[in-house]
């Protein structure tokens, strides 16, 4: 793809995400209006709006996969992978607003989730055995606690940087589920 192309395209799919989160019906005129292309630039790259909407969730799901491979929740120490994975996806969350849950009838976006969830408990259970959270709540609270935390600091600390919104939600969640 030529870097042009490129640049347009992650303009229509960032700007699409953007107004997507704003209004689930906005339209591709709209959309490429506001990402500064031609809709038919839009329109021959996607005949659908489903098709641009899926390209924008399939965007978002690099993003989080970028995010998490960042953090390296396998190899580095619990509390630095903690703080980097927070950071990553507030990041994605900024940038990619868009909420996912309507695409998840797509069977690729569905295991794209399932492995990240996969990946995302498999840290939290390592971040339980090595003492950084507290290992008498129940099976999975933290993994249900912490996506919304992301969320809410994504949204409502929109003046802090991602560093600073991660430092908040990190401890946010181990002062209320931190070991002794």
């Not at 641009?52 to 929740?73: I, P, T, W």
């Amino acid at each position: 793809m030529r870097a042009d192309a490129a640049r347009n395209l992650e303009r229509v799919l960032s700007t699409g995400a953007r107004m997507l989160a704003d209004d689930p019906s906005v339209s591709i005129a709209a959309i490429a209006a506001e990402a500064g292309v031609d809709r038919r630039t839009v329109y021959r790259r996607f005949t659908s709006r489903e098709e641009l909407l899926a390209a924008v969730y399939q965007a978002r799901y690099d993003a989080v996969e970028k995010a998490v491979d960042a953090a390296r929740l396998r190899e580095a120490p619990v509390a630095v992978a903690l703080h980097r994975y927070v950071e990553g996806i507030i990041a994605v969350n900024r940038r990619w607003p868009v909420e996912t849950s309507r695409l998840l009838a797509e069977e690729s976006i569905r295991e794209r989730r399932r492995r990240l969830i996969d990946e995302v408990d498999a840290f939290v259970r390592r971040a339980t055995d090595e003492g950084l959270l507290r290992s008498d709540l129940p099976p999975g609270w933290v993994s249900t606690l912490l996506p919304p935390l992301m969320l809410h600091a994504a949204e409502e600390l929109s003046g802090l940087s991602a560093a600073q919104a991660a430092d908040v939600v990190v401890d946010t969640l181990l002062r209320g589920v931190g070991g002794a």
